[in-house]
């Protein structure tokens, strides 16, 4: 709402018929109304809410209170895992060159370990072989095919032989009609020339080894 200067209020005054001045009465009355119901309402103690105290304050004002928390124990956290993240790292170059140093003396004993199996693998292959070879130069008791079942050669008991003990030498084939040599050695350690074509049957008297 605009106001008018006092000139041009008293001129639509003089034109509306009505007498000057009045307009001004009315301004005046208003604003001693206006005073008067101010004046009243301070009087009777009446004031304005304090926006504090509502609820909506006080839930903004809690929720608020509960995130400062959680953001100062949300510091204190991370300044734990940071200090212990720096002393970690801290101590990784020395940690790197004990594992090296570790993984230097494991692959030292890896590879000697590799040595050594290595050796008892030759020593067992060894023995295996010797054993294989003691084994085919040996005969016990039974009727054996020479150049066949056993090799060509000179055999002899390998301990001392008991009165049981029988040996025979045949023809291939013959089933044992025709001898080509026995005995009844009665004890010692009787020996053997065998050659192929031949059987050789041994009976009671142990084994006989390969000269």
């Known amino acids: 709402m605009s106001v ?105 004993g890896e590879a000697a370990l590799k040595d050594a199996q290595a050796a008892v693998q030759k020593r067992e292959d060894a023995v295996a072989g010797a054993e294989k070879q003691k084994a085919a130069n040996t005969i016990r008791d039974g009727t054996w095919v020479v150049g066949t079942d056993i090799e060509p050669g000179t055999y002899r008991a390998a301990a001392a032989v008991q009165s049981g003990c029988y040996w025979g030498i045949y023809q291939s084939g013959s089933n044992g009609s025709k001898i080509i040599e026995n005995d009844i050695p009665g004890g010692g350690r009787p020996s053997v020339l065998l050659a192929a074509g031949q059987d050789f049957k041994s009976s009671r008297c142990g084994s006989w080894e390969k000269q």
Do not use: C
Request: proline content about 5%; hydrophobic content about 40%.
């Open 4 to 108: 008018l200067p006092e000139e041009e209020m008293d001129v639509m005054e003089h034109q509306t018929g009505k007498e000057p001045g009045r307009w001004k009465l009315k301004w005046t009355a208003g604003i001693a109304v206006a005073v008067l119901l101010f004046a009243g309402g301070a009087a009777a103690g009446y004031t304005m809410p304090d926006p504090k105290t509502s609820e909506a304050y006080l839930s903004l004002d809690k929720e608020k209170s509960a995130a400062e928390q959680d953001r100062d124990s949300a510091r204190v956290d991370y300044g734990r895992v940071n200090a212990l993240y720096s002393a970690l790292l801290k101590g990784v170059p020395d940690r790197e060159v004990k594992v090296t140093a570790r993984e230097t003396v494991v692959g030292a």
